[in-house]
């Protein structure tokens, strides 16, 4: 390998342990190993953190290794974003993977191919590793989206740059603005109220994620998904941060891989009929729903895992 990769985790020794486990196998020349720490008086979720931050201790290859361990608990918002900073400070590019996303081995190939390709392309911003539409395009290896999927990906400092986790942009605006600015973006009613709801609220939503994908949404940019899924995320439970239930059944989805050389695209534009089947994603119910949900994740107090 040549490229980065940036490894964030939290308080799961076990799904560390698989994810790590893969990065080993792909031996990058250079790893940021990002961690948030526990929440104040929580001995358990302390005991967990160090567990998961020993777990990646074991570095048996040459390898040039960047430790960024919160004392404290830093939350989802800031932890991620705030790891993820330094990242793309010393990398030009990286790959990056949380602790409950697990890759196939073709993922990372897959990843530089890609990230070289387009690496001066500023119409893509992001390069997924997770295919969720359950009848994808087959027409190449990966096509182009609106939407940004973050269980595995990779990503430029160009693109990073654009980045703003307080969504300055869309909270200058009035709400007229904000409401015309949706309506140009979305042509699905119950679209435009998910996105317009979670930046809306993203001041006292503890997520990171909605601020990322409003990179491309605002600015007309593209995603690279892969037409194979190549992550499977292992950390949908009870006691996840965020992903406690899977009603859209994507949990866990199997390790497909991605056969070389890549066929790529004849031309860089979205592929409209899988966004069109990407977008349910993205329709929710109506907002006071959602802020039993938002009050929900407060009470429980997030971290960085999932």
């Known amino acids: 390998m040549r490229t980065a990769v940036a490894l964030l985790l939290f308080r799961r020794p076990e799904m560390t ?10 031996r990058p020349p250079k790893l940021f190993l990002i961690a948030d ?6 001995d358990e979720e302390a005991r967990e953190c160090e567990e998961a931050r020993a777990v990646v201790d074991r570095i048996d290859w040459d390898c040039d290794v960047v ?17 993820l900073d330094r990242v793309f400070s010393e990398s030009e590019e990286a790959i990056v993977l949380e602790d409950d996303c697990l890759p196939h081995p073709s993922f990372f190939p897959y990843c530089e191919e890609l990230l070289e390709r387009y690496r001066d392309d500023e119409r893509i911003v992001h390069i997924a590793g997770s295919q969720l539409l359950q009848n994808p395009p087959a027409a190449a290896s990966y096509h182009f989206s609106r939407y940004v999927h973050v269980w595995g990906w990779a990503g430029w400092r160009r693109a990073w740059n654009l980045y703003d986790v307080d969504l300055s942009d869309w909270h200058s605006e009035s709400g007229a603005e904000r409401e015309a600015r949706l309506r140009r973006m979305f042509e699905n009613e119950d679209e435009r109220r998910y996105w317009g709801w979670v930046w809306d609220h993203s001041p006292e939503i503890d997520n990171w994620d909605a ?10 940019l593209l995603s690279i998904n892969p037409n194979r899924n190549l992550i499977s995320n292992i950390g ?4 996840a941060t965020n992903a406690t239930a899977d009603p859209l059944g994507i949990a866990g989805r199997p390790l497909e891989g991605i056969e070389f050389p890549l066929e790529h695209p004849p031309a860089v534009s979205r592929d409209e009929d899988a966004d069109a089947l990407a977008s ?8 006071p729903l959602w802020h039993r949900i938002a009050g929900r994740l407060r009470a429980v107090g997030r971290g960085s895992g999932r």
């Open 17 to 26: 342990a698989q994810v790590f486990a893969a990065i080993r196998e792909a």
């Open 236 to 239: 949908f439970s009870a006691d």
């Open 211 to 220: 601020q990322w994908s409003y990179v491309g949404l605002s600015r007309g």
């Open 280 to 287: 349910r994603f993205f329709r929710r119910p109506a907002p």
């Open 67 to 83: 430790r960024d361990f919160a004392r404290e608990n830093l939350g989802l918002k800031r932890r991620i974003p705030s790891g």
């Open 37 to 42: 720490g526990p929440r104040p008086g929580n």
